[in-house]
């Protein structure tokens, strides 16, 4: 017989950890399940928290975990989640050890997985000097002569977002960019650089970016970079039969609070945003809790229905 849980997060990262403190924090029996594959795991600090910038992700991860652990009612196991279903008012989860569990409410926090493209030697500096998201990164590459990789229609505007960090900077298409006249003449008139040549290899040592190299041979010195697109898709895709749609980001369309067209189904942090950070991530978790707890509570209050009597007696 599978064992019984409140509320069941998949994902252990900020946004469920969050979600699994304030449900201990509320008596509720949680349990956790966690395949343990952030997608910030290939970067050495997270940066943007308050009173943890700079924070290594596996300290951040094993604070958190320390914390859920302290209350009784909340477990958590390491472990891919394989099958999610939904009979009547309950769900069925199993997973890749065999286990299988049944909850009323479900919440899907394990976030986004990165595709990136195929570009040699990208995979030994991504997450060490080139990254995606200059609000985690961009003050510790200040000024330095920087890569920007992309093609995307908004290239010229995540250009100007980078130049705020540094001014040295080249970016780079990989081929034949459908770029706009006036904003090719922006940016040249910024001493920006539009390398559209296809490119051979990034040269680095220990991670450290060092060069871009085209298919001419032609080598570009450049010391970090920022990578538009990473190709996000889902570290756990919903069942298709619960036909909830996504949005043009990638991400599970929901209402304001994380709740699916699926009752008792929510998603929140990257998975429902395509990308959060850490704060927003945490912060979103923690409001879905107190609403669900709020329910819960009103749900156990309609269940007793206790007559008091005058006097205090029942």
């Given at each position: 017989?599978?064992?019984?849980?409140?509320?069941?997060?998949v994902?252990?990262?900020?946004?469920?950890?969050?979600?699994?403190l304030?449900?201990?924090?509320?008596?509720?029996?949680?349990?956790?399940?966690?395949?343990?594959d952030?997608?910030n795991?290939?970067?050495?600090?997270?940066?943007?928290?308050?009173?943890?910038?700079?924070?290594?992700?596996?300290?951040?991860?094993?604070?958190?975990?320390?914390e859920?652990?302290?209350?009784?009612?909340?477990?958590?196991?390491?472990?891919?989640?394989?099958?999610?279903?939904?009979?009547?008012?309950?769900?069925?989860?199993q997973t890749?050890?065999?286990?299988?569990f049944?909850?009323?409410?479900?919440?899907?926090?394990?976030?986004?997985?990165?595709?990136?493209?195929?570009?040699?030697?990208?995979?030994?500096?991504?997450?060490?000097?080139?990254?995606p998201?200059?609000?985690c990164?961009?003050w510790?590459?200040?000024?330095?002569?920087?890569?920007?990789?992309?093609?995307?229609?908004?290239?010229?505007?995540?250009?100007?977002l980078?130049?705020?960090?540094s001014?040295?900077?080249?970016?780079?298409?990989?081929?034949?960019?459908d770029?706009?006249?006036?904003?090719?003449?922006d940016?040249?008139?910024?001493?920006?650089?539009?390398?559209?040549?296809?490119?051979?290899?990034?040269?680095?040592?220990?991670?450290?970016?060092?060069?871009?190299?085209?298919?001419?041979?032609?080598?570009?010195?450049?010391?970090?970079?920022f990578?538009?697109?990473?190709?996000?898709?889902?570290a756990?895709?919903?069942p298709?039969?619960?036909?909830?749609?996504?949005?043009?980001?990638?991400?599970v369309?929901?209402?304001?609070?994380?709740?699916?067209?699926?009752?008792?189904?929510?998603?929140i942090?990257?998975?429902?945003?395509?990308?959060?950070?850490?704060?927003?991530?945490?912060?979103?978790?923690?409001e879905?809790?107190?609403?669900?707890?709020?329910?819960?509570?009103?749900?156990?209050?309609?269940?007793?229905?206790?007559?008091?009597?005058?006097?205090?007696?029942?």
């Open positions: 017989m599978s064992e019984y849980f409140e509320v069941i997060i994902g252990g990262g900020p946004a469920g950890l969050s979600t699994a304030i449900m201990g924090r509320s008596k509720r029996k949680v349990l956790v399940l966690d395949a343990n952030a997608r795991r290939v970067t050495h600090a997270s940066h943007g928290y308050l009173s943890r910038d700079g924070v290594k992700p596996e300290e951040f991860k094993a604070v958190g975990l320390s859920i652990t302290a209350y009784p009612t909340v477990s958590y196991m390491e472990t891919k989640v394989t099958s999610l279903h939904k009979e009547g008012s309950r769900f069925h989860v890749e050890t065999g286990d299988s049944v909850s009323g409410r479900v919440v899907v926090a394990a976030g986004m997985k990165e595709e990136l493209p195929e570009i040699k030697g990208l995979q030994d500096v991504y997450g060490s000097s080139v990254f998201c200059p609000y990164d961009g510790e590459w200040r000024d330095e002569p920087l890569a920007i990789f992309g093609s995307e229609p908004w290239l010229i505007q995540y250009v100007k980078i130049y705020n960090w001014r040295d900077l080249i970016v780079f298409t990989n081929g034949a960019v770029l706009p006249a006036a904003d090719r003449t940016l040249r008139e910024h001493g920006v650089a539009v390398v559209e040549e296809p490119i051979a290899e990034l040269i680095s040592e220990g991670g450290q970016l060092q060069q871009v190299v085209t298919h001419s041979g032609a080598a570009y010195n450049r010391s970090g970079g990578i538009m697109d990473t190709g996000e898709s889902q756990f895709p919903l298709e039969d619960f036909k909830i749609p996504y949005t043009t980001m990638g991400g369309e929901t209402k304001e609070g994380g709740e699916t067209s699926v009752k008792g189904l929510y998603v942090g990257d998975a429902k945003n395509a990308f959060s950070g850490l704060l927003k991530a945490a912060s979103e978790g923690y879905l809790a107190a609403v669900m707890n709020h329910e819960m509570a009103l749900e156990d209050w309609q269940l007793t229905n206790h007559i008091t009597k005058p006097g205090g007696q029942g």
